[in-house]
């Protein structure tokens, strides 16, 4: 039982590249989270997944994408990299039965 | 406003204890949450309470809710260097989306 893995762990962009952020679970949990982490602003939620095909946005959604085409993945996708985008980037994901988010342990990028 | 408000630092002397102070704004909270976040890694759960409970105690920790003041504190007894971190509170409100504060970061020093 891996939990909650996140692919890549670091990445370096240039500004205007575009990239996806893969976040899986073996938990067969409903919920899945996006959210960014910046020093001194805790963290923020980017975009969120109630179920498999369904999507909604959070509380910092702009120049991101999410897909959930299966339960068990969740996509975050940038089009066109910025340098605010450099940030720590987490995936969670919580069963519908419980409030307890499971995180991953993260993506650092950075944006030139 | 619907904020989680917490203290940025905490600086403790190893074998004292910490004391992480955390208000929030929505009286219809249902769970409160405290999360861990070690250096280079994710958040772990480290211990909730209820909206209907006034203290919960898990061997060092210890949690008080004073729901009156929307005030929750998390203690931690017997401060060693490992516990050094950076502790988020968090809230629920009956829905699947938790609402975190910014963190305090924990500096435990000999």
């Known amino acids: 039982n891996a939990g909650v893995t996140q692919t890549p762990k670091f990445r370096v962009l240039k500004t205007g590249q575009s990239m996806t952020l893969l976040c899986a679970q073996d938990?067969?949990?409903?919920?899945m989270y996006w959210y960014r982490q910046d020093p001194g602003m805790g963290l923020r939620l980017i975009h969120y997944s109630v179920g498999e095909g369904t999507t909604a946005k959070g509380e910092v959604p702009d120049g991101y994408n999410v897909s959930r085409l299966k339960k068990q993945n969740f996509l975050l996708g940038l089009e066109s990299a910025a340098p605010s985008q450099t940030s720590v980037y987490f995936c969670?994901?919580?069963?519908?039965?419980?409030?307890?988010?499971?995180f991953g342990p993260g993506t650092r990028l950075t944006v030139l | 406003g619907e904020d989680v408000e917490q203290s940025l630092f905490l600086s403790v002397r190893e074998g004292d204890s910490s004391v992480i102070n955390c208000t929030y704004t929505?009286?219809?909270?249902?769970?409160l949450y405290w999360y861990k976040q070690e250096p280079g890694a994710g958040l772990q759960l480290l211990t909730y309470?209820?909206?209907?409970?006034d203290m919960k105690q898990d061997q060092r920790l210890t949690v008080l809710l004073n729901k009156k003041d929307k005030h929750l504190s998390l203690r931690i007894a017997d401060t060693q260097t490992g516990d050094s971190a950076i502790y988020f509170c968090a809230e629920w409100r009956g829905s699947y989306i938790p609402t975190f504060g910014r963190g305090t970061s924990l500096i435990v020093h000999p």
């Open positions: 969670a994901s919580m069963s519908s039965g419980n409030n307890e988010q499971f």
């Open positions: 938990m067969n949990h409903e919920y």
């Open positions: 309470i209820f909206s209907n409970m």
């Open positions: 929505d009286s219809s909270s249902t769970y």
